[in-house]
């Protein structure tokens, strides 16, 4: 990692623009920050190396944290001439809150914030990069199917905890996904978008267009006032096209202007099937259905996954994964005593039996209808 010894966080920033300061009161943009102690980091402990990303409103670089652990640094940086606004600072800080109570294998990690002099979070660093990338690496052989189904697995597991915890990504897509240095694992990563469910549903458009569910991205008049409904759902229906991705490693609806895939897949296009092997069709019709009541639930794609990757790479015992990076980065965690940000580090990813057999229920009539009308 390119980072120089003495190079402490203050020198290194590219363009220093406080968070706080006369500046901000000024604009009238102070806002009061709501996050516990335990969750921020003393500046000081971090160094920041080479920039590692960029997002719509931030900047992302490797770091070390108190001078050995790698960590990345997201730094709150809309653009190099406007402050932070109380929206970004809102957006922030609910992104520390989500992150800091996220513990799995499959979610990247957090491990602190700070706020001064700028906002950051800051996480494990996961080392080989955005799916997206591998992906485009990979072109133009497709990855083998153990990977595919593997990632796909990791994927539905972590949206899997999401879920459970009431939140719902809303913005699922090969650009958030991580992947581990050994690259055998995928990590989810950024939770800017994310949301607590709400009964009522969710209400306004988010996330990309190209992996986005008809119902949020449908074009069709509202009355005033009126606003969109959605559910968590609209996460399966775009990990269904990630899945296609993995299993075809080709974009879907390649070469398609992204304001016009909003019009076709609302008028039922989807990726073609071809090629696609026959056992994960009708999971992928299910997941992106129309109906969003028609699409699994991501504990019945798990569980689904499960028993297909045991099915066609007998050799892959996924049960209990052992990610090699994670367990350095234990080792690594435990000795800078920092154990009380990160909880229990590893779940337990055993299904229940009895949980199964309910779930396999569900996904049975899938396979009869699939199979009868194959065979
Ligand atoms: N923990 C991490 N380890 C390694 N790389 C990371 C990590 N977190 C983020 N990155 C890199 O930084 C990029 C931007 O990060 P992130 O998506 O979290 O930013 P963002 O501002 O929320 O983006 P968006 O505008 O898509 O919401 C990622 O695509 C990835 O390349």
Redesign the pocket.
């Known amino acids: 990692m390119a980072i120089a010894p003495t190079m402490m966080l203050y020198p290194n920033y590219p363009f220093f623009m406080s968070a706080f300061g006369s500046d901000d009161n000024d604009s009238g943009d102070h806002f009061d920050f709501n996050i516990s102690k335990e969750l921020l980091l003393n500046p000081k402990n971090i160094m920041l190396g080479e920039m ?7 900047i ?1 670089y490797k770091g070390l944290f108190k001078g050995t652990m790698p960590v ?1 640094v ?1 730094i709150v940086q809309p653009s190099k001439t406007s402050a932070v606004s109380i929206q970004h600072k809102q957006q922030f800080q609910k992104e520390v809150l989500l992150l800091s109570s996220m513990k799995h294998l499959n979610i ?1 990690r957090f491990l602190g914030a700070c706020i001064e002099p700028q906002l950051m979070i800051v ?4 080392r080989g ?2 799916l997206q990338r591998f992906m485009l690496n990979s072109r133009p052989s497709p990855l083998d199917l153990k990977t595919s189904l593997t990632f796909a697995l990791d994927i539905s597991r972590a949206m899997e905890f999401l879920h459970s915890k009431g939140i719902i990504h809303r ?1 699922l897509n090969p ?2 996904v ?1 992947v581990t240095g050994d690259m055998h694992h995928v990590k989810l ?2 939770f ?2 994310a949301r607590e469910k709400t009964v009522g549903g969710m209400t306004c458009e988010a996330g990309t267009y190209r992996w986005m569910a008809p119902e949020v991205c449908s074009r069709e008049p509202l009355l005033i006032g009126e606003k969109k409904h959605y559910d968590h759902k609209i996460d399966v229906y775009s990990f269904a096209l990630i899945f296609w991705s993995l299993l075809t490693n080709q974009t879907p609806f390649y070469g398609m202007d992204g304001i016009s895939i909003p019009y076709f897949v609302n008028q039922g296009m989807r990726p073609s099937l071809i090629n696609i092997p026959d056992e994960v069709v009708p999971i992928l019709e299910s997941c992106w259905a129309e109906d969003s009541k028609n699409r699994l639930e991501f504990k019945e794609i798990t569980i689904f996954l499960e028993s297909l990757l045991k099915r066609l790479c007998p050799e892959s015992s996924n049960d209990d994964i052992t990610v090699t990076d994670d367990e350095a980065y234990d080792d690594e965690i435990e000795e800078l005593e920092t154990t009380w940000l990160l909880g229990k580090r590893y779940i337990k990813l055993n299904k229940p039996k009895k949980k199964k057999e309910k779930v396999m229920k569900r996904i049975l009539p899938f396979f009869k209808k699939f199979f009868s009308s194959k065979w």
């Open positions: 590692i990303g960029e997002g719509g409103n931030s992302v990345a997201k990247v996480t494990e660093l996961v990069g955005t913005d650009r958030n991580l990563a950024d800017g978008l």
